[in-house]
């Protein structure tokens, strides 16, 4: 069982350890991933967000999905958690559609957009309802608050007066009310100071050691690279590569690997690389791999 620690006194003070628990991994179907991708594509008029993406997530590891802005990893989380619909494919957790799962609160914790909570209620508030929901003792709600840091007296101040980096943990907790054995981040690392990304990167560790598999949607490269076992890139709806980060990098370094990768995606002017073309290739890009192949 792994371990993280938790602020009492002020940002950067880690003083409490607290237990990582993770809800444990049963994939219905035998699948070969807690999470799966299956050519999952999303057209919006004539233009196509996603182009057939294909990957999956593993129990017990972190994947980071990296990609510019507006690559398409967004709308991939949002169909993953069924807040849309593909045009074509198929995205499950545990090996089912999310919107097919019995309380999926209670097996996948989310965190999509940190600002998503009424900024008239108190953070304590905020997580109170969320354990009401899904059935929890409200004793959860102090174990959360605990895990990711927040103290008393900041968990009784509204949300509206947070930080942007006490939001994020405020989501964070209540990702984890349900003790998941999935978790689902969309840049959880916004807004954190030095302090709270070396926390977020243990607190990732530890949950994927004691089971979890966690996707972690990123641009902090330098992060992603110290704490993810495997890492999708994607550009322009595709994905470009995924591999260990030793694979991708060949001893270059993550930031590298990524920026020739994703080279295609720059809007200014002279841009002229397209999905697939020699910086794909170089890496050793290949439909078995999954590169080249779709993802955002």
Not at 52 to 76: Q, Y
Request: a positive charge; glycine letters at 18%.
């Amino acid at each position: 069982m792994g371990i993280a620690r938790g602020r009492k006194a002020g940002p950067g003070v880690e003083t409490r350890r607290t237990p990582v628990r993770c809800g444990g991994v049963r994939i219905r179907g035998g699948l070969g991933g807690v999470i799966e991708f299956n050519h999952v594509s999303k057209i919006y008029g004539k233009a196509k967000a996603l182009d057939d993406v294909t990957f999956t997530v593993a129990a017990g590891s972190v994947t980071g999905f990296l990609g510019p802005n507006g690559a398409g990893k967004s709308t991939a989380l949002r169909i993953l958690v069924g807040l849309s619909r593909p045009s074509s494919g198929s995205a499950t957790v545990l090996g089912l559609p999310y919107a097919g799962m019995a309380c999926p609160g209670l097996r996948v914790g989310t965190l999509l957009d940190a600002g998503a909570r009424h900024p008239g209620r108190t953070g304590r508030e905020v997580l109170t309802l969320g354990a009401i929901t899904l059935g929890l003792p409200r004793t959860r709600v102090g174990e959360v608050l605990d895990l990711v840091g927040l103290t008393e007296r900041e968990s009784r101040r509204t949300v509206g007066g947070y930080s942007l980096g006490m939001r994020q943990r405020l989501g964070i907790a209540h990702a984890l009310l349900g003790t998941p054995a999935v978790l689902i981040l969309d840049e959880p690392a916004n807004g954190l100071d030095p302090q709270g990304i070396h926390w977020m990167r243990r607190l990732l560790r530890d949950l994927a050691d004691s089971g979890c598999a966690v996707l972690l949607s990123s641009h902090l490269l330098h992060e992603v690279e110290q704490v993810a076992d495997h890492i999708v890139m994607i550009g322009r709806g595709r994905v470009l590569a995924q591999g260990t980060t030793g694979e991708l990098g060949r001893g270059r370094g993550l930031e590298e690997t990524f920026l020739e990768l994703t080279a295609h995606a720059d809007r200014g002017p002279g841009s002229t690389a397209s999905p697939g073309s020699t910086a794909s290739q170089e890496i050793g890009a290949s439909p078995e791999t999954g590169t080249g192949r779709g993802g955002a």
